[in-house]
DNA sequence: TCAGGTACCCACCTTCGGGTAAGTAGGTCT
DNA sequence: AGACCTACTTACCCGAAGGTGGGTACCTGA
């Protein structure tokens, strides 16, 4: 798991924050975050269409345990479990940006195909 | 070989972004080549403890696909390499500074350690 | 009565990123 | 003559990342 080879020690801060935005959709459940403050687990599983269940909680509870997200649990049933970002996770996702759109950038020049996604979560390429 | 699954479709910038920059050692080699313009393969090799020839080769064939690293070969004996960042190189960099300084902060807060290079390319921790 | 929703956990399996170590070609140093 | 330099290439191997498909406990609506 990736949890056991982090916090490893670190080139430079880049490496460091790679670290923890590394693993496949983890940049896209900060942003689904931010975009939307507060989601619950299903909503999240929705909002990123292609991801496992497996992997949703996997990178969660290690963007959790870095900090970076909020988990708060309502012991209701049916359960209830919202997700948001702390501080840190709200300040990591703006350092993010400006690489966002270098990416959107080179999306056009290369004119990469890209994967659009409306409200309802349905994929619409 | 990641060659073969990139260029794919994109979520977004940020998943455009990653896909180019994911590869253990290419931010550093980024930061190195942004460092000194234009380096030798070799000088490279040295300037990246632990990096192995293979996916040095293998990193800097993606980048030079990418757009990212120029490739300059010079038809001598012994053989010499030029290799040094692009435009769009150089504006990776640069939209990478925030994050690195997002990484360098939570190195700080985490208390991780960090493994510093002096010049001459030995490793001192 | 039984499918369906919630938020998970678990075991298994495949894929692929990365490491190791060797080989290559032409030349110079000793 | 043989070691060593350059910048690679090739083959092989391992471990981790990620996917698949099940199961859980509890309740609701048809």
């Known amino acids: 798991m990736a949890a056991s080879a982090r916090r490893g020690p670190y080139f430079c801060g880049i490496d460091a924050a790679m670290d923890v935005v590394a693993g496949k959709w983890k940049s896209l459940i900060l942003w689904e975050l931010h975009n939307y403050g507060t989601r619950r687990f299903a909503e999240l599983r929705r909002g990123l269409p292609g991801v496992s269940e497996k992997m949703l909680i996997q990178h969660l509870r290690e963007m959790e345990e870095d900090g970076l997200v909020h988990r708060e649990v309502y012991r209701e049933v049916p359960p209830k479990v919202e997700y948001s970002l702390t501080e840190h996770g709200v300040s990591l996702n703006a350092a993010l940006a400006s690489l966002g ?14 994967v659009s996604v ?5 994929v619409l390429r």
Request: net charge positive; hydrophobic share 35%; no cysteine.
């Open 101 to 114: 759109k270098w990416g959107t950038e080179r999306i056009r020049r290369i004119g990469a195909e890209k």
């Open 118 to 122: 409306d409200v309802a979560g349905a």
